[in-house]
T-cell receptor, first 109, second 116 residues
Framework: EDQVTQSPEALRLQEGESSSLNCSYT??????LFWYRQDPGKGPEFLFT???AGEEKEKERLKATLTKKESFLHITAPKPEDSATYLC??????????FGTGTKLQVIP | EAGVTQSPTHLIKTRGQQVTLRCSPI?????VYWYQQALGLGLQFLLW???????NRGNFPPRFSGRQFPNYSSELNVNALELEDSALYLC???????????????FGPGTRLLVL
């Protein structure tokens, strides 16, 4: 069975304190790994798509990387406005989609 | 470019009633996905429609159903509402998949359903 595990469940950082979020998966035939940001009560906002091991994407203070078993979302010098829940989505075998349970990030000024 | 839209934004129903939620995808997208997000929980996959056909459904009872129209908009129907159906219902759309890769899903703002 396809599984997606995100860690840590919650992360509290001081403003400027860099860290990484993890998304590990057991998905047969990975067809895409997607990162989203979700603010409370709102729909997820798309951040990155990764398709192949070794692939990296960057956007402002965020950088996503992918290996054969996991993906990392690196946050460099975070700001309070980066506080949100970060979700990863795996698309595995044809027409199967699995979301992780998310990492709730709080950045303190 | 307009994003994914959903209606209504909020809804209050009583147990046993039926509800219909609506979703309009981004122009040009042919796939629509429905998810349930109960308070404090992760997103649970409900249904996936592409080109008017149901492609896959998650582990939900048959009282959760839907359809996709020729203009690619979609409806989610929930019959015989139960208290635990209270949740944020999210719709997402994407281009149709091709070349062995999945397309990025773009989400709407959601419909908040409260069942009393």
């Amino acid at each position: 069975e396809d599984q997606v595990t995100q860690s840590p469940e919650a992360l509290r950082l001081q403003e400027g304190e860099s860290s990484s979020l993890n998304c590990s998966y057991t998905v047969s035939g990975l067809r895409g790994l997607f990162w989203y940001r979700q603010d409370p009560g709102k729909g997820p906002e798309f951040l990155f798509t990764l398709y192949s091991a070794g692939e990296e994407k960057e956007k402002e203070r965020l950088k996503a990387t992918l290996t054969k078993k996991e993906s990392f979302l690196h946050i460099t010098a975070p700001k309070p406005e980066d506080s949100a829940t970060y979700l990863c989505l795996n698309s595995g075998g044809y027409q199967k989609v699995t979301f992780g349970t998310g990492t709730k990030l709080q950045v303190i000024p | 470019e307009a994003g994914v839209t959903q209606s209504p934004t909020h809804l209050i129903k009583t147990r046993g009633q039926q509800v219909t939620l609506r979703c309009s995808p981004i122009s040009g997208h042919t796939s629509v996905y429905w998810y349930q997000q109960a308070l404090g929980l992760g997103l649970q996959f409900l249904l996936w429609y592409d080109e008017g056909e149901e492609r896959n459904r998650g582990n939900f009872p048959p009282r959760f159903s839907g359809r996709q129209f020729p203009n690619y908009s979609s409806e989610l129907n929930v019959n015989a509402l139960e208290l635990e159906d209270s949740a944020l219902y999210l719709c997402a759309s994407s281009w149709g998949g091709s070349g062995g890769r999945s397309e990025t899903q773009y989400f709407g703002p959601g419909t908040r359903l409260l069942v009393l």
